[in-house]
């Protein structure tokens, strides 16, 4: 009765698990329409179900907002860094001033996106990151 398409099975195996750290419903949906068909996308609402989630779960790459409630992007940032180090973070946010950028290097992201955001831009810097 089911049919099991080893294909599309395997290539779903194989797409990079990524976390969108976005407490804007439209903001999510929006990358979620970009990134769908090329990546296993998670959402965490804030900071802390961030960093519990990347506590729980093993993700190839975070896109963290860096406005959140209860904890923002960049406190979520440092907590992740001290138990995940190598997991790449990117910062997306609507703040596009110099010292938003050196405050998130300096949290620990490893590039810094501004919204809005194209697909092609999204996706370079995802795949420069986790190939």
Do not use: W
């Amino acid at each position: 009765m089911y049919s099991f398409n080893f294909l599309t099975s395997v290539s779903v195996l194989n797409m990079k698990k990524i976390l969108i750290a976005e407490d804007n419903d439209s903001n999510y949906l929006l990358m979620t329409y970009l990134l769908k068909g090329h990546y296993t996308l998670e959402r965490a609402r804030d900071g802390v179900e961030a960093v519990m989630l990347t506590r729980r779960n093993k993700y190839d790459l975070v896109l963290m907002d860096l406005k959140m409630p209860r904890m923002d992007g960049l406190e979520a940032t440092r907590q992740i860094k001290l138990f995940r180090p190598e997991l790449p973070v990117v910062a997306l946010t609507a703040n596009v001033f110099e010292v938003d950028r050196k405050e998130a290097v300096e949290a620990g992201c490893a590039e810094f996106l501004t919204k809005p955001i194209t697909a092609e831009v999204c996706i370079a810097t995802i795949e420069k990151f986790t190939r």
